[in-house]
């Protein structure tokens, strides 16, 4: 609850970024694809109806005006209660039409009250419902679309104050002067006063290639301490970045040194979401500033800005980590501690690392669940860096969660978080991964629901009204220009196309085998099953059965009739092992292959088909110790064959770049598990043209899962992320969150088709694209689709565009070229 004075800005203009020599890309994308393309939000006008008249003329629209406002709840006989003895609070006004109908809303954007509030002008007060209302300075229109207005209610916070790891003031050298007698005395003249003289940087800042992090010129907003030397990144290192990996570098180091700014509070949070796409080198990013501020400050040459950093990662990343930080500094410059398990050991070496006197060990490796375990022990290194990698991890909105919990004991407000999925189900996850990196950037939860992710979530609903669409797409477009400070994205098909081999990505549809066929519609047609479709009646004899179950069920059929019920020869009675089968024997001798699935009993199938062929292979998945993740994966890059890989638990984080071929045999229900396995192999160290293979069973649950992934998902592109999700819920949801309607297209099956996928978009659109209208089964020189196709199981491939376009923007294209003509 706050009071806004009379010089208050209503509007609350945007601060520039305090460095002004660069100028910030933004990593927004608009709806015309243009990378940092920051738009002001649409402002459409609205009709509205007007008590006595039929729709609002365009006169009467246009005249919408909003207004930033105080007021308070009339009480019954308190005409001539004094302002002072009322609470009020802070709202926005929203007049409209001749006879002024105004609508009182509260900072959360929920309207209050409505009604004939007379003329209303600057500096005035009026009745409105049964609330009195002074109204405060205009407030554009466009700002209570967006939900600026209401984000902007608070009082600006100061700035945080920048600490560098044992800070001594910069004081001016003040120079001796002879009093009267020829006494020596402090000079109390400015004349007296030395010039300040700064330092030169640690590297130089005009070589060649030089990244120059921060300058003499770069202000950091602090009165007590001025600026000494230039910052600039070890060419040691500085040397292997690319382009978008530099931009990556000077991004986090102007994070984390309070240059970023809140567009609404002018707030310099310290904390930033590097949100590069999986295979980008977000890694090496990570060393090279974690090395810069080892090493360099900006206000006093040779100091560190930070003396502890912490590294926390999934447990099985912990070698990588450790790895990379040797590949890239060497032992001699960094030798980071790692730490891994919960025993006895593990606690030693956290204390070893916390005690105040050590200086051999900077960095500190770890695991989310071994410093959940610990965390009362690194809390006492004042750690001065946190690193979080695949930082989805935190999307617990309330953050409760323990690990979270543990990490926020750190008390370490500098944090760099890395995730190439920051939005996988909804924008809670968003709020709480950017609560975490920035607190408090996008305000607490329940304001954020009711201002943004409940407009935009109803605008993405089926038979949206204009305008709920209109104000969901200015409050989508908000979010994106209140987090773009924070968040550095980048695509991974915009930069490695030009920087890898190429890579092509088939989905493949394979006929289900008879056996699986009848075992198929068998199950569809179970008592508990068209119970849960609504078909019939509950009755007693039908067990229930949840859709989660329900899909996981017919999943498993779909890759195996052998998981389902008995067979003699498991290969032969299920297509997708025997299409596997055919891929293995074509397998040239140079070459290696990842294998994914989501479920274990798939991979022991595999596994068994690999023994019979007499093939190599390798495994990793959920039970995997983490101590021998590292040395499996560094096995199969030299010489293993095969790896077949847990979707959830090993695809997080992994470089496979020894392989160049990945099949995933089955589909996540979140995308995002399927997008970081494939980017295992198709990402920085690759050396050869990689091919990416989805086997959907054709005319099954896995085509409607694809479909309904595929053509949902517009939410994080419009706020320049990859698009993850193809609905709101996770795999968990449950059945409140499919009309019936939708359960009954689910769990259909369409027998008579090559590819039901191809049969909707030509139906929605009136036209297919060419690489769903062309089977390329009869054009691909690929080895591996030849040879499985001669089973005649194949019933249809898409070889998807280069440009991952996905079928929700291939229908708008066709859409557009239709309007066209």
Same mark, same amino acid.
Request: hydrophobic share 40%; proline share 4%.
């Given at each position: 609850?706050?009071?806004?004075?009379?010089?208050?800005?209503?509007?609350?203009?945007?601060?520039?970024?305090?460095?002004?020599?660069?100028?910030?890309?933004?990593?927004?994308?608009?709806?015309?694809?243009?990378?940092?393309?920051?738009?002001?939000?649409?402002?459409?006008?609205?009709?509205?109806?007007?008590?006595?008249?039929?729709?609002?003329?365009?006169?009467?629209?246009?005249?919408?005006?909003?207004?930033?406002?105080?007021?308070?709840?009339?009480?019954?006989?308190?005409?001539?209660?004094?302002?002072?003895?009322?609470?009020?609070?802070?709202?926005?006004?929203?007049?409209?039409?001749?006879?002024?109908?105004?609508?009182?809303?509260?900072?959360?954007?929920?309207?209050?009250?409505?009604?004939?509030?007379?003329?209303?002008?600057?500096?005035?007060?009026?009745?409105?419902?049964?609330?009195?209302?002074?109204?405060?300075?205009?407030?554009?229109?466009?700002?209570?679309?967006?939900?600026?207005?209401?984000?902007?209610?608070?009082?600006?916070?100061?700035?945080?104050?920048?600490?560098?790891?044992?800070?001594?003031?910069?004081?001016?050298?003040? #120079?001796?002067?002879?009093?009267?007698?020829?006494?020596?005395?402090?000079?109390?003249?400015?004349?007296?006063?030395?010039?300040?003289?700064?330092?030169?940087?640690?590297?130089?800042?005009?070589?060649?290639?030089?990244?120059?992090?921060?300058?003499?010129?770069?202000?950091?907003?602090?009165?007590?301490?001025?600026?000494?030397?230039?910052?600039?990144?070890?060419?040691?290192?500085?040397? $292997?970045?690319?382009?978008?990996?530099?931009?990556?570098?000077?991004?986090?180091?102007? #994070?984390?040194?309070?240059?970023?700014?809140?567009?609404?509070?002018?707030?310099?949070?310290?904390?930033?979401?590097?949100?590069?796409?999986?295979?980008?080198?977000?890694?090496?990013?990570?060393?090279?500033?974690?090395?810069?501020?080892?090493?360099?400050?900006? $206000?006093?040459?040779?100091?560190?800005?930070?003396?502890?950093?912490?590294?926390?990662?999934?447990?099985?990343?912990?070698?990588?980590?450790?790895?990379?930080?040797?590949?890239?500094?060497?032992?001699?410059?960094?030798?980071?501690?790692?730490?891994?398990?919960?025993?006895?050991?593990?606690?030693?070496? $956290?204390?070893?690392?916390?005690?105040?006197?050590?200086?051999?060990?900077?960095?500190?490796?770890t695991s989310y669940e071994t410093l959940r375990a610990q965390a009362d022990v690194v809390a006492r290194a004042n750690v001065d860096l946190l690193v979080c990698d695949e930082a989805h991890r935190l999307k617990n909105a309330t953050q409760s969660t323990k690990g979270a919990q543990a990490l926020a004991s750190l008390k370490c407000h500098r944090r760099v978080l890395l995730t190439g999925t920051p939005i996988q189900n909804n924008l809670d996850e968003l709020w709480g991964v950017?609560?975490?990196?920035?607190?408090?950037?996008?305000?607490?939860?329940?304001?954020?629901?009711?201002?943004?992710?409940?407009?935009?979530?109803?605008?993405?609903?089926?038979?949206?009204?204009?305008?709920?669409?209109?104000?969901?797409?200015?409050?989508?477009?908000?979010?994106?220009?209140?987090?773009?400070? $924070?968040?550095?994205?980048?695509?991974?098909?915009?930069?490695?196309?030009?920087?890898?081999?190429?890579?092509?990505?088939?989905?493949?549809?394979?006929?289900?085998?008879?056996?699986?066929?009848?075992?198929?519609?068998? !199950?569809?047609?179970?008592?508990?099953?068209?119970?849960?479709?609504?078909?019939?009646?509950?009755?007693?004899?039908?067990?229930?059965?949840?859709?989660?179950?329900?899909?996981?069920?017919?999943?498993?059929?779909?890759?195996?009739?052998?998981?389902?019920?008995?067979?003699?020869?498991?290969?032969?009675?299920?297509?997708?092992?025997?299409?596997?089968?055919?891929?293995?024997?074509?397998?040239?001798?140079?070459?290696?292959?990842?294998?994914?699935?989501?479920?274990?009993?798939?991979?022991?199938?595999?596994?068994?088909?690999?023994?019979?062929?007499?093939?190599?292979?390798?495994?990793?998945?959920?039970?995997?110790?983490?101590?021998?993740?590292?040395?499996?994966?560094?096995?199969?890059?030299?010489?293993?064959?095969?790896?077949?890989?847990?979707?959830?638990?090993?695809?997080?984080?992994?470089?496979?770049?020894? #392989?160049?071929?990945?099949?995933?045999?089955?589909?996540?229900?979140?995308?995002?598990?399927?997008?970081?396995?494939?980017?295992?192999?198709?990402?920085?160290?690759?050396?050869?043209?990689?091919?990416?293979?989805?086997?959907?069973?054709?005319?099954?649950?896995?085509?409607?899962?694809? !479909?309904? !992934?595929?053509?949902?998902?517009?939410?994080?592109?419009?706020?320049?992320?990859?698009?993850?999700?193809?609905?709101?819920?996770?795999?968990?949801?449950?059945?409140?969150?499919?009309?019936?309607?939708?359960?009954?297209?689910?769990?259909?099956?369409?027998?008579?088709?090559?590819?039901?996928?191809?049969?909707?978009?030509?139906?929605?659109?009136?036209?297919?694209?060419?690489?769903?209208?062309?089977?390329?089964?009869?054009?691909?020189?690929?080895?591996?689709?030849?040879?499985?196709?001669?089973?005649?199981?194949?019933?249809?491939?898409?070889?998807?565009?280069?440009?991952?376009?996905?079928?929700?923007?291939?229908?708008?294209?066709?859409?557009?070229?239709?309007?066209?003509?």
């Amino acid at each position: 609850m706050t009071t806004r004075g009379a010089n208050d800005d209503a509007h609350g203009s945007v601060p520039r970024m305090a460095n002004a020599n660069r100028a910030f890309v933004s990593p927004y994308v608009g709806a015309n694809g243009a990378n940092g393309a920051t738009r002001a939000p649409p402002y459409a006008r609205r009709s509205v109806k007007v008590a006595g008249r039929g729709r609002a003329t365009a006169r009467d629209d246009a005249a919408r005006r909003c207004f930033s406002a105080l007021y308070a709840k009339r009480k019954a006989g308190g005409g001539g209660k004094q302002r002072s003895a009322k609470t009020f609070v802070d709202g926005v006004v929203i007049a409209r039409g001749a006879r002024e109908r105004a609508e009182l809303c509260d900072m959360r954007g929920k309207r209050v009250a409505r009604g004939c509030a007379g003329t209303i002008v600057e500096g005035t007060t009026c009745e409105i419902g049964q609330y009195e209302v002074e109204i405060g300075e205009a407030v554009r229109a466009e700002d209570v679309d967006s939900g600026a207005a209401f984000s902007r209610g608070g009082a600006a916070v100061a700035p945080e104050k920048v600490v560098v790891a044992n800070e001594q003031k910069v004081k001016s050298f003040v #120079a001796p002067v002879r009093g009267i007698g020829g006494a020596v005395g402090s000079a109390t003249t400015s004349e007296a006063k030395k010039t300040f003289a700064p330092e030169a940087p640690l590297h130089s800042d005009v070589a060649d290639g030089a990244l120059v992090l921060s300058t003499l010129d770069t202000d950091f907003h602090r009165r007590d301490y001025r600026t000494a030397c230039a910052v600039v990144c070890d060419p040691f290192i500085s040397r $292997f970045l690319r382009p978008h990996q530099r931009d990556g570098v000077q991004f986090m180091y102007e #994070a984390v040194m309070g240059l970023r700014t809140s567009v609404h509070t002018n707030r310099a949070h310290t904390g930033c979401l590097l949100a590069h796409e999986m295979g980008l080198g977000k890694t090496l990013q990570v060393i090279a500033l974690v090395w810069t501020l080892l090493k360099q400050s900006p $206000f006093k040459r040779g100091q560190p800005t930070c003396r502890r950093v912490v590294v926390c990662v999934p447990a099985s990343l912990t070698g990588n980590w450790a790895l990379e930080f040797r590949k890239w500094l060497g032992e001699e410059r960094c030798d980071p501690k790692v730490v891994e398990g919960g025993d006895k050991e593990a606690r030693k070496s $956290f204390e070893e690392f916390a005690l105040p006197s050590q200086r051999r060990y900077n960095v500190l490796i770890t695991s989310y669940e071994t410093l959940r375990a610990q965390a009362d022990v690194v809390a006492r290194a004042n750690v001065d860096l946190l690193v979080c990698d695949e930082a989805h991890r935190l999307k617990n909105a309330t953050q409760s969660t323990k690990g979270a919990q543990a990490l926020a004991s750190l008390k370490c407000h500098r944090r760099v978080l890395l995730t190439g999925t920051p939005i996988q189900n909804n924008l809670d996850e968003l709020w709480g991964v950017m609560d975490f990196a920035a607190p408090g950037l996008l305000g607490d939860l329940d304001s954020f629901r009711k201002i943004y992710s409940g407009p935009i979530e109803k605008a993405s609903e089926r038979g949206a009204k204009e305008e709920v669409v209109r104000i969901g797409n200015a409050r989508r477009e908000e979010v994106g220009r209140l987090i773009g400070p $924070f968040i550095h994205s980048r695509k991974a098909d915009e930069i490695n196309a030009s920087l890898l081999p190429p890579k092509t990505e088939y989905v493949v549809f394979v006929r289900l085998s008879e056996v699986q066929k009848g075992l198929y519609v068998d !199950q569809l047609k179970q008592k508990s099953m068209l119970s849960m479709l609504g078909r019939i009646g509950k009755t007693q004899d039908a067990e229930s059965i949840s859709p989660l179950q329900a899909i996981q069920t017919l999943q498993k059929l779909c890759n195996a009739a052998a998981l389902a019920t008995e067979v003699s020869d498991p290969v032969a009675s299920s297509s997708k092992l025997a299409v596997l089968r055919a891929m293995f024997r074509a397998l040239a001798n140079d070459e290696r292959i990842v294998v994914v699935s989501g479920f274990t009993t798939t991979l022991d199938l595999i596994a068994k088909l690999c023994e019979s062929e007499h093939l190599k292979y390798d495994r990793l998945q959920g039970s995997t110790p983490p101590k021998e993740r590292t040395s499996i994966v560094r096995t199969f890059n030299n010489s293993g064959k095969i790896l077949l890989l847990s979707t959830k638990a090993g695809g997080v984080g992994l470089n496979l770049v020894g #392989a160049n071929r990945l099949v995933l045999v089955d589909s996540s229900w979140n995308p995002a598990h399927d997008l970081q396995a494939q980017a295992r192999v198709w990402r920085e160290g690759q050396t050869k043209p990689c091919s990416i293979y989805r086997l959907l069973s054709t005319g099954t649950i896995e085509e409607r899962m694809f !479909q309904r !992934q595929e053509l949902k998902g517009a939410l994080a592109r419009t706020l320049g992320f990859k698009s993850t999700s193809g609905n709101n819920n996770s795999a968990g949801s449950s059945s409140s969150t499919f009309t019936q309607a939708e359960l009954r297209d689910l769990f259909s099956y369409v027998k008579d088709t090559r590819c039901d996928t191809a049969d909707r978009i030509a139906a929605m659109t009136g036209e297919t694209p060419d690489h769903w209208r062309v089977d390329a089964s009869t054009t691909t020189t690929d080895p591996l689709l030849i040879n499985a196709m001669r089973s005649d199981l194949i019933s249809f491939v898409s070889e998807l565009p280069s440009n991952g376009t996905t079928i929700d923007a291939q229908i708008h294209d066709a859409n557009d070229d239709a309007d066209d003509e």
